[in-house]
């Protein structure tokens, strides 16, 4: 799908100074030699089943099924991996490439820090020094996953620059590499960035629609009619939809987060309010103000709270393979409620975007057809944030 300049259509590519090119380059030749190696696959294989705890269950969620009235629902259950989400395949696969490149050192960016918990564990394991960026805001907001990461090690540096969130800590773990790129890998936590990264974490994430293939061929014997996965930078839609791109019946639905709407200027939605720009080293769309400066972005959701999007998604959208479509904080709320009471499955708050739209579109479709969600995290990170949304204030 990537031709040889890291391009998807007219977006990706490497927009990045001088001084980083010689890294990704050293990246990109490793990453080429070591796909391909049976060593290499066989250690991370052996990994993410012994470590990670995959496969992930597909589960057949029946009494939202029969309460909705419409399309079988089956979930992809990312949220059961080790650490609470989709990130640790990513993570481990880049810690273990890392690792043959001889570098000890891991530094990651991270919004909420579900990506810098899963990079502080693999250094942990793989004995690597770790060190993660992160916007002040999001240290306060998120005190407690800044405590897991240094539990396992690792430093966190609060990045103060721009609005303090996320887009911040990015740029920030991105001068850090160009200063010192001997020792250290920048393990990128989702499908974006300069090429080789938007490849290199959807190989890493394709592991969720290879199972989700098999395993629906075992129990369905026929394909799903859509997969559904919520939308951040991409990388847990991407690893869903990748090996379904061919499958033209199969419908592919990203959802971004909407926040509260995509008629407020606090949004996330990039596909259905941004413009195509460059930022973060590629071309794609981003969510920008009248003067093409990085527009603030906003969801209830801190891990759908970036203003861009992979550039992938973006030329899947370009080429009308894959829907992308804003849901709500109202309506994510509402979905993070009706999983939590109907199947006993709390999801991250970004997975209940996937949720709340399979909600909207599942009554719409035949017992006959069948949906995918991918959950992409387990929702305990987000209850008192939840609670406090309704007006509750519970003690964390
Ligand atoms: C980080 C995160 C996301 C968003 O990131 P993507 O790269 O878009 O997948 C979604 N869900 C959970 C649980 C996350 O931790």
Redesign the pocket.
């Known amino acids: 799908m990537t031709n040889a300049n890291g391009r998807f259509g007219v977006h990706g590519g490497q927009y990045i100074p001088e001084t980083l090119m010689n890294a990704v380059i050293e990246l990109e030749k490793a990453y080429n030699h070591y796909k391909n190696d049976p060593e290499f696959n066989r250690e991370l294989t052996e990994l993410l089943d012994a470590y990670a705890g995959r496969p992930s269950r597909l589960y057949y969620a029946e009494k939202m099924t029969k309460t909705l009235g419409g399309a079988k629902i089956y979930l992809k259950r990312?949220?059961l991996n080790h650490t609470?989400?989709?990130?640790i395949n990513n993570v481990l696969g880049q810690a273990l490439l890392a690792k043959k490149m001889g570098k000890t050192r891991l530094i990651a960016e991270t919004?909420?820090g579900?990506?810098g918990v899963a990079t502080a564990t693999a250094a942990a394991l793989m004995d690597m020094e770790c060190v993660v960026f992160m916007g002040e805001e999001d240290t306060k907001r998120q005190a407690l996953n800044v405590y897991r990461m240094k539990l396992l090690g690792a430093e966190v540096i609060p990045v103060t620059s721009g609005t303090a969130t996320l887009k911040d800590a990015v740029s920030e773990a991105m001068r850090e590499w160009t200063s010192r790129i001997d020792d250290t890998h920048y393990c990128l936590?989702?499908?974006m960035g300069p090429h080789p990264f938007p490849t290199i974490v959807r190989d890493f994430?394709a592991v969720i629609s290879r199972e989700i293939k098999a395993q629906i061929l075992e129990k369905e014997h026929r394909l799903p009619d859509a997969v559904i996965?919520?939308?951040?930078?991409?990388?847990?839609?991407i690893?869903s939809f990748y090996h379904f791109i061919e499958d033209e019946g199969v419908r592919l639905i990203g959802c971004e987060a909407a926040g509260r709407g995509i008629d407020t200027f606090e949004t996330a939605a990039t596909i259905n309010t941004g413009k195509l720009g460059i930022f973060h080293g590629m071309k794609s769309y981003f969510c920008q103000d009248k003067y093409g400066q990085i527009a603030p972005v906003y969801s209830i959701?801190a891990?759908?709270d970036?203003p861009g999007i992979?550039p992938e998604h973006a030329n899947l959208h370009d080429m009308g393979r894959a829907e992308y479509v804003p849901v709500t904080d109202a309506e994510a709320v509402c979905a993070f409620e009706f999983l939590s009471k109907m199947e006993g499955i709390i999801p991250?708050i970004?997975?209940a975007h996937a949720v709340a739209h399979a909600m909207k579109i599942a009554p719409t479709m035949n017992k006959d057809q069948i949906i995918v969600i991918t959950i992409?995290?387990?929702g305990d990170k987000d209850c008192a944030a939840i609670a406090r949304y309704r007006g509750e204030d519970i003690y964390e």
Do not use: F, M, W
């Not at 609470?84 to 990130?87: D, M, P, V």
């Not at 996965?229 to 991409?234: I, K, L």
């Open positions: 990312e949220d609470g989400s989709h990130k919004g909420a579900q990506h936590g989702s499908v994430q996965a919520c939308v951040g930078g991409g990388s847990n839609a690893g959701s891990g759908l970036y992979g991250a970004e997975s992409s995290g387990r």
